[in-house]
């Protein structure tokens, strides 16, 4: 149904767990992103990895570790997460250019307790 | 960077009028302007999208138009059906892969 796919769609973890997030995209894109999206909130851009190198990275905590080890899969490593970090996180592709949407996963609805 | 701000926030519409979504950017830099709709419990999907070089584009009962001079664009939708209920989201983009997302429209159709 879409070309980019998230695991898990949920995913609740304390804040001492280690967990990933992953995305696989089968567009033939050149730029994936991680996007979080809580409530009443624009979509905040957290990192983006164009050609598999990280080309932004949007003063998100170290908490959070991206991952992209080739143009169709990336990573979301969390770790020693905090309750305000319960959102849901989307995955996207693009083509990579200034003028290409984005295309979004379905997200992974993440509740940290 | 760029700012996007998006109003209304909230919209309700009767069936078969027409519902109007407006933002504005900053950065006169910008030069793609997609608009996604979300429904409950979905992923952002792209309805439309405007190149600055154009200042109106359509497709059926969607139209968006730009204004590149006072830096606002808007989304039309004409003929609402219960089925267009959702978050409406506008973003500006300039390039080098950077989406700026307004904080988004929940539009109601009421049947």
Known sequence: ETGVTQTPRHLVMGMTNKKSLKCEQHLGHNAMYWYKQSAKKPLELMFVYSLEERVENNSVPSRFSPECPNSSHLFLHLHTLQPEDSALYLCASSH????????????TRLTVT | GENVEQHPSTLSVQEGDSAVIKCTYSDSASNYFPWYKQELG???????????NVGEKKDQRIAVTLNKTAKHFSLHITETQPEDSAVYFCAASKGFNKFYFGSGTKLNVKP
């Open chain 1, 96 to 107: 990579g250019t200034g003028d290409s949407p984005l295309h979004f996963g379905n997200g």
């Open chain 2, 42 to 52: 979905k992923r952002p999907q792209l309805i439309i999208d405007i190149r600055s």
